[in-house]
Nanobody, 123 residues
């Protein structure tokens, strides 16, 4: 019903920047929240940043002041601007969305994950 497609990952040197994008498409009535999570090898998936439809943000302590989440509501797209990247930021980054889905009848809430995009910070 809803697809999330991420882009923008890659290899960057320490101190560099990357911008991730997540485009949502499908049977979307509205999007209540979008966010980014990451999973490093051998570790659990962790929250990076979230943004609600009311504009409320939440960041992991490890990325505060370096990463910024934003959203283009008209395009159903979320972004993660990552600055001052560190080797410990290396992970697969996943987009997550809480969506009001409409197919037939009243909209209903569900959450979705993207396929992930690799971010590698290394010299």
């Amino acid at each position: 019903q809803v697809q999330l497609v991420e882009s923008g990952g890659g290899l960057v040197q320490p101190g560099g920047s990357l911008r991730l994008s997540c485009a949502a498409s499908g049977s979307i009535f509205s999007i209540n929240a979008m966010g980014w999570y990451r999973q490093a090898p051998g570790k659990q998936r962790e929250l990076v940043a979230t943004l609600t439809s009311r504009g409320l943000t939440n960041y992991a302590d490890s990325v505060k002041g370096r990463f910024t989440i934003s959203r283009d509501n008209a395009m159903n797209t979320a972004y993660l601007q990552m600055n001052s990247l560190k080797p410990e930021d290396t992970a697969v980054y996943y987009c997550h969305a809480v969506v009001m889905v409409v197919t037939t009848g009243s909209p209903w809430e569900n959450d979705y994950w993207g396929q992930g995009t690799q971010v590698t910070v290394s010299s």
